[in-house]
């Protein structure tokens, strides 16, 4: 049984899905992007194991970003089309406080006398809450995956060092009610957090 503090880095891919249809006299094209920025983020880890080489993983985290939105439109028409060309664009952005709990089952891999290697899978919650509050829809949770891969580093019989992997699978927040000004969406994302911990193991080993 253990307990791990330690830090992340936020990494979210952009997700910015396209259409087009071709009408008799153009092309209409549709454009939305979600993305978040950058950050750094803090995380505790309770761990426990049932069985040698099975266990699980409490898992508490917490970092501050930016979600960001934005959404165009063009169409194009054709050369012998009278139409004018079309194009508008808007975008805008949500400060967050992002709030992680989630369980993971976990599985050891091969170890020796200072190294061991672990993978743990499992869901949870996100908890979003926006940094200005405004009337209505400031917080919003969104289920989500957790996976991920590690190696910890045995320092003396309680102190240990952990490197992982983690990712997030969920729906992004759109605080939709109160931004009808944004062009939110709630695409399926993927946050990438390489984490560093320093543990400390109850008892001996």
Do not use: C
Request: charged share 10%.
């Amino acid at each position: 049984m253990d307990f791990s503090v330690g830090v992340f880095g936020q990494l979210t891919q952009a997700r910015i899905p396209t259409t087009s249809q071709q009408f008799g006299d153009g092309l209409f094209t549709t454009q939305r992007s979600q993305s978040a920025s950058p950050s750094a983020g803090v995380l505790g880890t309770f761990h426990q194991q049932f069985t040698r080489w099975i266990g699980y993983n409490v898992n508490v985290g917490y970092t501050r970003l930016t979600e960001s939105y934005s959404s165009g439109i063009a169409f194009v028409p054709s050369a012998t089309s009278s139409t004018a060309l079309t194009t508008n664009f808007i975008r805008g952005s949500i400060g967050t406080n992002v709030v992680e709990t989630t369980v993971a089952a976990v599985a050891q891999g091969p170890r020796n006398r200072r190294f061991s290697t672990f993978a743990q899978f499992g869901g949870g919650g996100l908890f979003f809450v926006r940094f200005t509050h405004l009337d209505g829809y400031n917080k919003q949770i969104r289920p989500t995956m957790v996976f991920g891969v590690g190696m910890n580093y045995r320092l003396t019989e309680h102190l240990g060092l952990r490197a992982e992997y983690r990712g997030l699978f969920y729906k992004s927040p759109d605080f939709a009610p109160t931004l009808n000004y944004l062009p939110v969406t709630r695409m399926f994302t993927v946050t990438n957090q390489p984490a560093v911990s320093l543990t400390y193991t109850f008892g001996g080993r």
